[in-house]
């Protein structure tokens, strides 16, 4: 591959926005004197106005200075974008059991809830609210699995206030209800002793 290809080849995770080549190289644009990584969500620079640097020293080498959205000097593959979605499923991981809406882990985390809500489905392919649901069905069948508690109190502990709307949700999900998977789980686990 010749060099014109290779920038080609580079131009194109600009324009995609590839975050996988985050940290491998680093791309300058000429008419802000501004560095990125290539996966910025800041405008799309002119192809006559980038530079590839292999590295953030030889970018500031050049006489560029660290993109405010991108942020390419903090640390981690892919910035601040998937540090912010995992913040969010620690959250969610802390105080699945609450009533967590979207506006309140906006405010834990001091941002608006629609940039969390864009970023988090950007960076997982979920929802937060989606998250919350699968991590919250993922604790009920520990706990369906751990003891004879009523499915009412299995409900309560994992964050469903209304027993029917968890089961709705653990049907829908799970693909049987909750009594039905831990009898199904019970009978499987009697076939393997």
Same mark, same amino acid.
């Given at each position: 591959?010749?060099?014109?290809?290779?920038?080609?080849?580079?131009?194109?995770t600009?324009?995609?926005?590839?975050?996988?080549y985050?940290?491998?190289?680093?791309?300058?644009i000429t008419?802000?004197?501004?560095f990125?990584?290539?996966?910025?969500?800041?405008?799309?620079?002119?192809?006559?106005?980038?530079?590839?640097?292999?590295?953030?020293?030889?970018?500031?080498?050049?006489?560029?200075r660290?993109c405010?959205?991108?942020?390419?000097?903090v !640390?981690?593959?892919?910035?601040?974008?998937?540090?912010?979605?995992?913040?969010?499923?620690?959250?969610?991981?802390?105080?699945?059991?609450?009533?967590?809406?979207l506006?309140?882990?906006?405010?834990?985390?001091?941002?608006?809830p629609?940039?969390?809500?864009?970023?988090?489905?950007?960076?997982?392919?979920?929802?937060?609210?989606?998250?919350?649901?699968?991590?919250?069905i993922?604790?009920?069948?520990?706990?369906?699995?751990?003891?004879?508690?009523?499915?009412?109190?299995?409900?309560?502990?994992?964050?469903?206030?209304?027993?029917?709307?968890?089961?709705?949700?653990?049907?829908?999900m799970?693909?049987? !209800?909750?009594?039905?998977?831990?009898?199904?789980?019970?009978?499987?686990?009697?076939?393997?002793?």
């Open positions: 591959m010749n060099e014109q290809e290779l920038f080609e080849a580079i131009y194109e600009i324009l995609n926005r590839t975050a996988k985050d940290g491998q190289y680093y791309i300058g008419s802000t004197k501004i990125c990584r290539p996966s910025c969500r800041s405008r799309t620079p002119k192809r006559k106005n980038v530079r590839v640097y292999r590295s953030i020293q030889e970018a500031i080498d050049a006489g560029f660290a405010k959205r991108c942020k390419p000097e !640390s981690g593959k892919h910035g601040p974008d998937a540090e912010m979605a995992e913040r969010v499923k620690q959250l969610i991981h802390h105080q699945y059991k609450e009533a967590l809406t506006n309140a882990m906006a405010q834990q985390l001091a941002i608006s629609y940039h969390l809500l864009r970023v988090f489905k950007r960076v997982t392919g979920l929802t937060p609210s989606k998250y919350l649901m699968t991590h919250r993922s604790e009920a069948k520990k706990l369906l699995l751990a003891d004879q508690k009523a499915i009412a109190q299995v409900a309560a502990e994992t964050g469903f206030s209304n027993p029917p709307h968890f089961s709705s949700v653990f049907k829908k799970a693909g049987c !209800s909750p009594h039905e998977y831990r009898e199904k789980t019970a009978e499987e686990g009697e076939r393997l002793k």
